[in-house]
C-alpha cells in the first residue's frame, strides 16, 4: 500500500468509518482523481488494484473464473476500480451476504458499468459518493461559518473569509482535484484540470462501455456544456448552441454522450425540489446544469485566473457552480442533499438543502455585494410561497458571496462568503 503521498483529510473519511460500522461493503464512487483510492487505502488494511499494468490482465482472467478468489485478503479489502471487472460486485455482495461481520471491502470506481450486476447490494453494500475537494478541504475556507450549526439554529453569525476575489478565481480554476490543491507551484496546480479535461475527452469517456465516440464532438459538446453551466439549458439549446462550433449532433446522439459523461462522474446535473406550496404553483423540475468540478468548465473554454477575471458575467456562473459543489460536499456529511427551485412565475433558488429529518434551507449564490439585496428578496418570496404547515419553516436563509463578511441582515437573511463556509 503506497501511502508517502501528502494526504489531506476529507470529510469523506468519517462518512466512511461510519458506513464501515453498519455495512459489510462501502462502494466509493466519484470522478477520477478526487482521491477515491486514497481515501480508501487509509481505510483499508489489503488492496487489489485492478488497473495495475503488470496484474491487470491476470487479475482479470481470474475475475472471470473465479471471482471469490480475488476477494481474499484482510479486511477492510479495497478493490479499486471495480467496474473494470462487474462480476466482483455479485461476488461482494456474496461473500457479505454469508457472513455478519461489517466493513469487510471496500470498492471505488471512476465509472458506472454498462453491465449492470445481477443483484443491486441494496442492504449490504452502502454507497459513498465522494467529490473533488471543497474549499474547507482545501484550507482555502476558514470554517468559521458550519453549516450544521446554522440548521441546529446557531444565531451568532460573524467571520471574515480570507480569500480576495482573484483568490476565488484562482480556486476555481484550480478546481478540488487533491493533486492540485497540494502543488505548491501556483502555474502547475492549473494544469490538472486541463490534463483531466484532454485525458478524459482522448480515452476515458469511450472505455466506459467500449463505445467509440467522436472526441472532437465530444469536446464541442463540453464546450457548449460550459457555456450553459448553472443554467436549466434544454438538450436542443444546448444542441443549437453547438452549431456555433460546427458540430452537427442529433439530440439522441448528445443524450448518449451526456450519459457518458454523467455515467463517468463528469457531470452532476442538480435536481429541482418540489415542495407543499400555499398556492397551486406549477413548480419547473428542469435540472441545473453542472459539472462535478467547475474546473472542468474552465478547463473546457481555455479560461485563466486574469480571463475570469475580465469577465464577470461567467465568473458569477462559474462562482455559483463552485458554491453548489461545495454545499453538496458539505450537506453530505450532515446527512443532506442539495436541490434547485423555480416555479412558473421564474421565482427561483440556486440552492435548497434539505435534511433527512425535514429541515430545509433555502441559499441564493451572489457573487458581489450588490447583488445580495435582491438574492434576500427571492430567499424571503420563497419562504412565503412554501406550506410552512407541511414542510416547516426554513433553518435559516442564506445569501453566499464572494465577498469578505458573514453577518446576520436586520430581516433575518444571512450573509456568508462561501470562504467561511464547513459542514
Not at 436541490?339 to 441564493?364: M, S
Request: aromatic share 8%.
Amino acid at each position: 500500500m503506497e501511502l508517502g503521498r501528502k494526504y489531506l483529510p476529507r470529510i469523506a473519511d468519517d462518512q466512511l468509518s461510519e458506513a464501515l460500522k453498519t455495512s459489510g461493503a462501502v462502494q466509493i464512487k466519484g470522478p477520477k482523481w478526487c482521491g477515491k483510492t486514497a481515501t480508501g487505502e487509509r481505510h483499508s488494511k489489503s488492496q487489489l488494484y485492478l488497473q495495475d499494468p503488470d496484474k491487470s490482465a491476470d487479475l482479470l482472467a481470474l475475475a472471470d473464473a473465479k471471482p471469490s478468489l480475488l476477494l481474499e485478503g484482510e479486511a477492510p479489502r479495497l478493490i479499486d476500480e471495480w467496474q473494470m471487472a462487474p462480476q466482483l460486485w455479485d461476488a461482494v455482495r456474496f461473500a457479505v451476504d454469508h457472513s455478519s461481520a461489517r466493513g469487510r471491502f471496500i470498492l471505488t470506481g471512476s465509472s458506472t458499468p454498462s453491465v449492470q450486476p445481477a443483484h443491486s447490494g441494496v442492504g449490504r453494500i452502502s454507497s459513498l459518493t465522494m467529490r473533488t475537494m471543497s474549499l474547507f478541504e482545501a484550507g482555502d475556507s476558514s470554517g468559521s461559518v458550519s453549516l450544521s450549526s446554522l440548521f441546529d439554529q446557531e444565531t451568532a453569525v460573524a467571520a471574515i473569509s480570507d480569500l480576495e476575489i482573484d483568490d476565488l478565481a484562482f480556486v476555481l480554476c484550480r478546481g478540488g482535484w487533491p493533486e492540485a490543491v497540494t502543488e505548491v507551484d501556483s502555474k502547475l496546480a492549473l494544469r490538472y484540470a486541463f490534463n483531466y479535461v484532454d485525458g478524459l475527452i482522448d480515452a476515458d469517456v469511450s472505455r466506459i462501455d467500449d463505445v467509440f465516440r467522436n472526441a472532437t464532438r465530444m469536446r464541442f459538446l463540453m464546450r457548449s456544456y460550459a457555456r450553459n453551466v448553472s443554467s436549466r439549458a434544454s438538450i436542443e439549446t444546448i444542441r443549437e448552441d453547438m452549431q456555433e462550433d460546427k458540430a452537427s449532433l442529433s439530440s439522441t446522439t448528445i443524450v448518449d454522450y451526456l450519459d457518458a459523461l454523467s455515467r463517468s462522474y463528469v457531470i452532476e446535473d442538480l435536481a429541482a425540489w418540489n415542495p407543499a406550496l400555499r398556492s397551486k404553483t406549477a413548480v419547473r423540475t428542469s435540472p441545473t446544469r453542472h459539472f462535478t468540478d467547475p474546473s472542468i468548465a474552465v478547463a473546457t473554454l481555455r479560461i485563466s485566473p486574469e480571463k475570469l477575471l475580465q469577465d464577470f458575467e461567467t465568473f458569477g456562473l462559474l462562482f455559483e457552480s463552485l458554491c453548489v459543489h461545495d454545499l453538496r460536499v458539505y450537506a453530505g456529511a450532515i446527512d443532506g442533499d442539495v436541490f434547485q427551485y423555480r416555479d412558473k412565475t421564474d421565482l427561483e433558488t440556486d440552492a435548497v438543502v434539505t435534511l433527512r429529518d425535514g429541515r430545509w434551507a433555502a441559499i441564493e449564490v451572489k457573487l458581489g455585494s450588490r447583488q445580495i439585496d435582491e438574492g434576500a428578496r427571492h430567499l424571503i418570496a420563497l419562504e412565503q410561497r412554501v406550506d410552512s404547515k407541511k414542510m416547516g419553516k426554513p433553518s435559516f436563509l442564506m445569501v453566499l458571496t464572494g465577498t469578505k463578511s458573514a453577518y446576520r441582515r436586520d430581516d433575518g437573511v444571512l450573509v456568508v462568503p462561501l470562504g467561511c463556509l464547513k459542514p
